[in-house]
């Protein structure tokens, strides 16, 4: 499995009347072919502002102003309209949280589904209306052959992401990007549409970034979670880990705060206290300082970094309190690459 | 089909929800968003008339050659002869037969409504889009250029225009055409600042479709009805605009025959007071031709815009 995507320190700026702010800061992560990766966080976090910037779908007042976004052997931070314009539907597509508006009223669901298929694949406009009929079966439209002479209006929400999926990976896009797909769906639906998505990343080796706030979805879907605080990552892992072992202070209080069937009927949630600092005035340190129950001096002054902690799965964290292990990790990683270039040598 | 629950074997996955989704989809033909307007629209009695009498002008207008009794410049030994079976509407002061330059007068009128709208409509989508979706300096430029043209004394414009480049039915069309799209830049420009913010418009850019793709297929015909509406008005302001023009001689010029230029004669009391044929079948004409495209104009706005008011 090849590396696709690497995401490194990306910084997104929007300029406002009363200057610029920082609504992503120092987000990094990287997708292997097939790999679905979970942007986890609260409302605001800035997980639907790192996809947007990878897209280049930012409002005119924001850019990416640090860091690199490879996407092959293309630098996407970089790149030109024209080429983005290439790239988007063709080896990067999305999809968006509303179905309901996601597509126009005015043109029927063959027009729209054809449109990408056209452009980006060269079909001819019948090759491109049975293969759109093929991609309606596959995404479970019933009648399809009917279905795609209809307008948007008579279709439920669930159909109507259905379309949205087979509109996303018509052309067969190598990273498909998921802006919390099942949040305007009612549950049932929910989980056809999750699994429909597993199946066509199955399939098809589709690498999915999946934004979401719903930790049973990240339960359900991801290989690599990454959970966003404040415009910033503060724990990346696997899946497992994180759910078998999260260290993150916020991660913590994130797992405290789902209810549990096996929770006395009695139990109140726990809720993490205060609020998310506004992005007009971060606090120097770290991020999570007024609401985190471990916070020490420190963390007011000194910004922590993202770190891995621990040798056999990727674990890394933003938190200073596992700064030991850390230096442990580092310890390990030197003394390894040591001996594997005495080795070599 | 039972109410077995037997899924169907391309979608292993479906479950009862959409297997019933499956029997909601085969509906009954629901009527389309056209079908709706179209029976709105005819529950419009004026605007049904409007469609009518429009219709009749425009047949007079295409049939003209066929139908008009004489060569509408063709000079006959009577002047100023009243109604005569020779002479339906009897003759002009300089002898030409009434009822064949009236006939053939429908045409102008046609000609100048149709073509200056569709011009102006042209202008004032391309500006409003590119205006509203660009958004920016590209928008001020525009609107400040829009509120410049607005501020001009409309008319007096349209004179001076046309005495530089001389007075002629293509020269009035150009110039009522390219000063009367303010009003639908916009117009289109409002819609589309909202239509750009929906999720579909931001789903085709990111499925990589090309700029003006997005702006005349996928935003445009969101915004066509109000432009419609507009426009419809815009061709009975035209024709009197026209008539006007031809009126104080800016027009169309005799002896070609348009219907301003026909009332040019009644300019003297005599006339006035005792030729009225000179004077009340182009005047009734162009009464009938705007108001019928007025009737059409409301019953269109009634029938599109009033979304919920079923």
Redesign the interface.
Request: hydrophobic letters at 45%.
């Given at each position: 499995m090849g590396e696709l995507l690497k995401v490194d320190k990306i910084k997104t700026e929007f300029q406002t009347d009363k200057g610029p702010v920082t609504s992503v800061d120092e987000v990094s992560f990287d997708l292997k072919e097939g790999e679905t990766i979970c942007l986890v966080g609260e409302s605001g976090c800035g997980k639907s502002v790192t996809s947007l910037s990878i897209m280049h779908l930012l409002d005119r007042n924001g850019s990416v102003t640090e860091g690199s976004i490879r996407f092959e052997d293309k630098d996407l931070a970089h790149a030109s309209e024209a080429e983005m314009r290439k790239i988007r539907g063709n080896d990067i597509s999305m999809i968006f949280q509303e179905p309901m508006t996601s597509l126009n009223p005015v043109l029927t669901i063959g027009d729209q589904l054809t449109e990408g298929i056209r452009l980006h694949m060269n079909y001819s406009r019948a090759e491109a209306r049975s293969y759109a009929i093929e991609m309606l079966k596959k995404v479970g439209i019933p009648r399809a052959e009917g279905i795609i002479d209809e307008y948007p209006h008579k279709l439920s929400g669930g159909m109507r992401q259905r379309v949205m999926i087979a509109m996303a990976l018509s052309c067969k896009p190598k990273l498909l990007i998921a802006d919390e797909p099942t949040t305007a769906l009612d549950v049932t639906i929910q989980a056809q549409i999750l699994k429909l998505m597993k199946k066509l990343r199955d399939e098809s080796n589709t690498a999915i970034i999946l934004i979401t706030h719903d930790l049973g979805v990240v339960a359900e879907m991801a290989d690599k979670v990454a959970v966003m605080y404040a415009g910033q990552v503060v724990e990346e892992t696997d899946v497992y880990t994180l759910f078998d072992n999260p260290k993150h202070p916020y991660t913590l209080g994130l797992m405290k705060s789902i209810p549990h069937i096996t929770n006395p009927d009695d139990m109140r949630l726990n809720s993490i206290p205060g609020s998310v600092p506004s992005a007009r005035n971060m606090p120097k340190g770290c991020r999570f300082y007024d609401r985190c129950p471990h916070a020490m001096k420190r963390c007011l002054a000194e910004k922590p970094e993202l770190k891995p902690i621990e040798d056999k799965q990727a674990h890394s964290i933003r938190c200073f309190l596992y700064e030991e292990e850390e230096k442990d990790y580092e310890k390990k990683h030197a003394e390894k690459q040591h001996a594997e270039k005495e080795v070599s040598s | 089909m039972g109410m077995k629950l037997n899924p169907?074997k391309?979608?292993p996955?479906?479950?009862g929800?959409?297997t019933s989704?499956?029997m909601?989809?085969?509906?009954e033909k629901?009527e389309?968003?056209l079908h709706m307007v179209m029976r709105r629209f005819l529950k419009h009695r004026l605007a049904c008339v409007g469609v009518a009498v429009f219709l009749l002008i425009l047949l007079i207008a295409l049939l003209a050659p066929v139908i008009a009794p004489q060569d509408p410049a063709k000079i006959f030994n009577e002047f100023e002869a009243p109604p005569s079976a020779a002479h339906w509407l009897g003759t002009d002061p300089v002898g030409r037969d009434v009822m064949s330059r009236l006939i053939f007068g429908a045409q102008v009128s046609i000609a100048v409504g149709i073509g200056a709208v569709a011009i102006y409509v042209a202008i004032g989508i391309v500006l409003g889009l590119v205006a509203g979706y660009f958004?920016?300096w590209v928008d001020m430029l525009i609107m400040r250029l829009t509120d410049v043209f607005m501020s001009f004394p409309y008319f007096m414009v349209i004179l001076v225009l046309v005495s530089i480049i001389g007075p002629s039915l293509f020269n009035i069309t150009l110039v009522i055409g390219l000063l009367g799209w303010p009003a639908i830049a916009r117009l289109v420009r409002g819609s589309v600042l909202s239509i750009k913010e929906?999720?579909?418009?931001?789903?085709?850019?990111?499925?990589?479709?090309?700029t003006p793709?997005i702006l005349f297929?996928?935003i445009l015909?969101?915004a066509l009805a109000p432009i419609l509406v507009n426009a419809t008005f815009g061709v009975a302001s035209a024709i009197i605009m026209e008539a006007s023009l031809s009126f104080l001689g800016m027009g169309v010029r005799p002896p070609a025959a348009s219907w301003g230029n026909m009332l040019t004669q009644a300019e003297s009391i005599t006339v006035l007071s005792s030729q009225p044929w000179l004077w009340i079948p182009p005047g009734l004409m162009i009464l009938l031709a705007v108001l019928s495209v007025n009737f059409i104009g409301d019953g269109l706005r009634d029938a599109i815009e009033s979304q919920n008011a079923k």
């Amino acid at each position: 499995m090849g590396e696709l995507l690497k995401v490194d320190k990306i910084k997104t700026e929007f300029q406002t009347d009363k200057g610029p702010v920082t609504s992503v800061d120092e987000v990094s992560f990287d997708l292997k072919e097939g790999e679905t990766i979970c942007l986890v966080g609260e409302s605001g976090c800035g997980k639907s502002v790192t996809s947007l910037s990878i897209m280049h779908l930012l409002d005119r007042n924001g850019s990416v102003t640090e860091g690199s976004i490879r996407f092959e052997d293309k630098d996407l931070a970089h790149a030109s309209e024209a080429e983005m314009r290439k790239i988007r539907g063709n080896d990067i597509s999305m999809i968006f949280q509303e179905p309901m508006t996601s597509l126009n009223p005015v043109l029927t669901i063959g027009d729209q589904l054809t449109e990408g298929i056209r452009l980006h694949m060269n079909y001819s406009r019948a090759e491109a209306r049975s293969y759109a009929i093929e991609m309606l079966k596959k995404v479970g439209i019933p009648r399809a052959e009917g279905i795609i002479d209809e307008y948007p209006h008579k279709l439920s929400g669930g159909m109507r992401q259905r379309v949205m999926i087979a509109m996303a990976l018509s052309c067969k896009p190598k990273l498909l990007i998921a802006d919390e797909p099942t949040t305007a769906l009612d549950v049932t639906i929910q989980a056809q549409i999750l699994k429909l998505m597993k199946k066509l990343r199955d399939e098809s080796n589709t690498a999915i970034i999946l934004i979401t706030h719903d930790l049973g979805v990240v339960a359900e879907m991801a290989d690599k979670v990454a959970v966003m605080y404040a415009g910033q990552v503060v724990e990346e892992t696997d899946v497992y880990t994180l759910f078998d072992n999260p260290k993150h202070p916020y991660t913590l209080g994130l797992m405290k705060s789902i209810p549990h069937i096996t929770n006395p009927d009695d139990m109140r949630l726990n809720s993490i206290p205060g609020s998310v600092p506004s992005a007009r005035n971060m606090p120097k340190g770290c991020r999570f300082y007024d609401r985190c129950p471990h916070a020490m001096k420190r963390c007011l002054a000194e910004k922590p970094e993202l770190k891995p902690i621990e040798d056999k799965q990727a674990h890394s964290i933003r938190c200073f309190l596992y700064e030991e292990e850390e230096k442990d990790y580092e310890k390990k990683h030197a003394e390894k690459q040591h001996a594997e270039k005495e080795v070599s040598s | 089909m039972g109410m077995k629950l037997n899924p169907n074997k391309n979608v292993p996955e479906m479950t009862g929800t959409e297997t019933s989704g499956q029997m909601v989809v085969q509906f009954e033909k629901e009527e389309t968003y056209l079908h709706m307007v179209m029976r709105r629209f005819l529950k419009h009695r004026l605007a049904c008339v409007g469609v009518a009498v429009f219709l009749l002008i425009l047949l007079i207008a295409l049939l003209a050659p066929v139908i008009a009794p004489q060569d509408p410049a063709k000079i006959f030994n009577e002047f100023e002869a009243p109604p005569s079976a020779a002479h339906w509407l009897g003759t002009d002061p300089v002898g030409r037969d009434v009822m064949s330059r009236l006939i053939f007068g429908a045409q102008v009128s046609i000609a100048v409504g149709i073509g200056a709208v569709a011009i102006y409509v042209a202008i004032g989508i391309v500006l409003g889009l590119v205006a509203g979706y660009f958004g920016g300096w590209v928008d001020m430029l525009i609107m400040r250029l829009t509120d410049v043209f607005m501020s001009f004394p409309y008319f007096m414009v349209i004179l001076v225009l046309v005495s530089i480049i001389g007075p002629s039915l293509f020269n009035i069309t150009l110039v009522i055409g390219l000063l009367g799209w303010p009003a639908i830049a916009r117009l289109v420009r409002g819609s589309v600042l909202s239509i750009k913010e929906m999720d579909y418009v931001k789903a085709g850019v990111a499925l990589g479709y090309s700029t003006p793709k997005i702006l005349f297929q996928h935003i445009l015909p969101n915004a066509l009805a109000p432009i419609l509406v507009n426009a419809t008005f815009g061709v009975a302001s035209a024709i009197i605009m026209e008539a006007s023009l031809s009126f104080l001689g800016m027009g169309v010029r005799p002896p070609a025959a348009s219907w301003g230029n026909m009332l040019t004669q009644a300019e003297s009391i005599t006339v006035l007071s005792s030729q009225p044929w000179l004077w009340i079948p182009p005047g009734l004409m162009i009464l009938l031709a705007v108001l019928s495209v007025n009737f059409i104009g409301d019953g269109l706005r009634d029938a599109i815009e009033s979304q919920n008011a079923k």
